[in-house]
């Protein structure tokens, strides 16, 4: 090979390579609209992007995978815990994360940057983006939760409460979330069907409660099975 | 040194050092911040985010200080004439070194763009953008005068070109974060895995054909091959980021593909290092620069080439993406690439610049071997940490918390090995200021 082939393999590749980049971002361009739903891309949605912007959020957080990995994904976070949920760790987080072993800081935010951030949130979580986090995706967790129950011979309440996000705010025999109470005991004072009452809308028996509902989360199997264990734990 | 203006080098390597040292000691502070439970008073005021900001910026600033300097110490001797204005090149290190400084307290006090790698707030972009001008504009005008053009100065000058255009991508504000994350990874994969590559091989090839005496033509017919297929891979590689931000589908076909074939090149590069060894025509002087060009060439493969390949297929990075994974590859890859690239530049310049022919190699010896293997036990641990994360979180299910539960011992073990990589680094650095002729043989 002399020095000018090899100069026009270098330039072969690299025009062909960059031609197929720059068409592929144009086509890009003319479909985001549609997978990234613009119609909804309102100003206070944009105002929660700046926000999110000027606290440095995406140094600990990632999102859409991206940033820090140092604080939970926020992709589908309003999916996750709930508009409520934003809100509370957001305004206090030196209480919600008081039993936590990673802290976040008190940014003194203001109730309008907060309505902002969730507004951003919410767009980001209806972005269609190939179903990813897999955590978060129904398609995947079902797989998950079969996966438990035929593997590690878990229950099927047990495995939809380890898989569902359950897991994120309660915890059991000391491991998993601070949020919301220690679940060991619960069975001893509420039965399957107020525990089923409770998780499809946590409202309807404490307003005060922080939970977001599990109505969309859960389907009617998963609510029952999930029930029918939580009630069991004495 | 043959050109007196190659000395300016030495003040872009001396300034580039130091901050290297204070990028690892920010990094152990990260490391801590996963090992324990940091106060929440100390959280407060310097938060997880605020250092992750410094440990980023500084490993980008102190690398294209590095290359900077290299560049100036190359340009002389590839046109054979002095640098345009030694006066401009002092007045972009400083200018650099005055907005590194600025940027950093400034993300002390909230003053930040806020989206990872590209903190610096918009007002520092535009000194960035007129330092990179002038720092274009010399190197240009040096070789435009000289009228004399070789395969690696003209990669070089490409290579910055494209790196300082891409940096303009990611200077607006976006309203779609779809959009936003679509040219921030023109900046950032595509300085990484296109313009700073292009930086990379020609100096390397420099390096290469000064220490081993192989004839001009054959390392410059392999940079073109090399380059070729940087760009080739790198280019449309960079879909294997647009998988799941809600771009179209078929970024999951033209991501994997060419990011499976992206080491290739760095695979041909170890292969032209390895020839060249074979063929050498001069006799090695200082063999530690050697060992260096080799360190770089093998960890460069494993760091960005194997360990990137492992995780960009989207089968696997729906699973792997944006956990520890990605970080075990991140910094494998930069020192592997980037990190030792400099060093070899600096050990191959310093001593030329302080006029020694022959140093004293064993300090930096011990050096080299800490690094390496600290690093290499870093990457398995951040890896074992990433696939923990992974498969708890994403194939169980089970909370953020939960999973990072189980990471923590890792991390500490990250950190202690953060330890060692310090204890080397600064022998390292220690080393390159104090060199020391070698005792003739008997």
């Known amino acids: 090979m002399t020095k000018k082939t090899a100069f026009w393999i270098f330039l072969i590749g ?23 739903n613009v119609d909804k891309l309102s100003d206070q949605v944009v105002a929660g992007k700046r926000t999110f912007e000027k606290y440095n959020c995406n ?169 029918k264990f939580l009630a069991g734990l004495k | 040194m043959e050109y007196r203006s190659q000395k300016i080098a030495y003040w872009y390597f001396a300034a580039a050092l130091p901050l290297f040292v204070l990028q690892v000691v920010v990094g152990l502070w990260l490391a801590a911040n996963y090992t324990f439970t940091i106060p929440q008073s100390i959280v407060n005021v310097f938060p997880f985010a605020t250092a992750r900001a410094f440990h980023t910026n500084l490993l980008v600033l102190w690398m294209l200080l590095g290359f900077m300097g290299g560049t100036y110490y190359i340009i002389p001797e590839e046109t054979k004439s002095e640098i345009y204005s030694t006066g401009l090149a002092w007045f972009q290190l400083i200018a650099l070194l005055v907005t590194g400084v600025a940027a950093l307290v400034g993300f002390l006090f909230g003053w930040t763009q806020g989206r990872p790698l590209l903190e610096i707030p918009m007002a520092l972009d535009f000194v960035v953008v007129i330092g990179a001008l002038v720092f274009l504009f010399n190197v240009g005008m040096t070789m435009f005068k000289a009228k004399n053009w070789t395969a690696i100065q003209g990669t070089l000058l490409g290579g910055l070109v494209f790196l300082a255009l891409l940096y303009l991508f990611g200077i607006p504000f976006y309203r779609n974060l779809v959009i936003d994350w679509y040219y921030w990874w023109w900046v950032i994969h595509l300085w990484v895995e296109g313009a700073w590559e292009l930086v990379t091989a020609s100096i390397f090839a420099f390096v290469l054909m000064k220490i081993t005496g192989v004839d001009r033509e054959v390392v410059e017919k392999w940079l073109y091959v090399e380059i070729g297929l940087f760009l080739f891979t790198g280019l449309a590689g960079t879909g294997h980021h647009y998988y799941w931000i809600g771009a179209p589908r078929y970024w999951l076909w033209v991501g994997g593909i060419f990011s499976a074939l992206e080491p290739l090149p760095i695979l ?35 760091g960005a080439g194997v360990w990137g390949f492992l995780h960009t297929l989207p089968q696997i990075n729906y699973y792997t993406h944006g956990s520890q994974v990605t970080v075990s590859h991140g910094h494998l890859a930069f020192f592997g690439a980037y990190a030792l690239l400099n060093l070899m530049t600096f050990y191959y310049a310093m001593p030329k610049l302080q006029g020694i ?58 950190m202690v090995m953060g330890v060692f990589f310090l204890a080397g680094l600064l022998t390292t650095v220690v080393d390159l200021f104090t060199l020391r002729p070698a005792k003739v043989k008997a």
């Open chain 2, 268 to 302: 041909l590069m170890v292969i032209d290092t390895m020839h060249h060894v074979k063929e050498r025509k001069a006799k090695i002087v200082n063999p530690l620069t050697w060992t260096y060009a080799i360190g770089c060439a093998v960890m460069h493969l494993i």
């Open chain 2, 357 to 414: 022919a022959a140093y004293d190699d064993r300090r930096g010896r011990i050096g080299f071997w800490t690094m390496c293997s600290a690093m290499m036990i870093m990457g398995l641990t951040f890896g074992v940490a990433g696939v923990l994360q992974s498969y708890i979180e994403r194939v169980l299910g089970m909370g953020y918390m939960v999973a990072q539960g189980y990471m923590r011992l890792w991390m500490g073990v990250t």
């Open chain 1, 59 to 227: 140094d600990c957080h990632t999102i859409l995978g991206f940033g820090a990995y140092y604080a939970p994904d926020l992709t589908r976070v309003v999916q996750r815990v709930g508009e409520e949920g934003i809100r509370y760790r957001l305004k206090s987080p030196e209480l919600a994360f008081a039993n936590s072993p990673r802290k976040m800081p008190n940014q003194h935010l203001s109730d309008g940057e907060i309505t902002d951030l969730v507004a951003f949130f919410r767009w980001v979580g209806e972005i269609n983006n190939n179903d990813w986090p897999p955590q978060d995706s129904k398609k995947r967790l079902s797989r998950g939760e079969q996966m438990m129950v035929a593997k590690v011979g878990v229950s099927p309440g047990a495995a939809v409460f380890q898989t569902k996000g359950c897991m994120n705010c309660h915890s059991l025999k000391g491991t998993g979330g601070t949020f919301g109470p220690a679940l060991d005991k619960i069975g001893a004072g509420m039965s399957a069907e107020e525990i089923e009452k409770y998780v499809k809308n946590p409202k309807s028996v404490d307003p005060n409660s922080k939970m977001p509902s599990q109505k969309d989360n859960l389907s009617g199997r998963e609510l029952d099975e999930v029930a």
């Open chain 1, 14 to 36: 690299t025009l062909s390579s960059a031609a197929l980049f720059l068409g592929a971002t144009y086509d890009t361009h003319r479909q985001v609209g549609a997978l990234a």
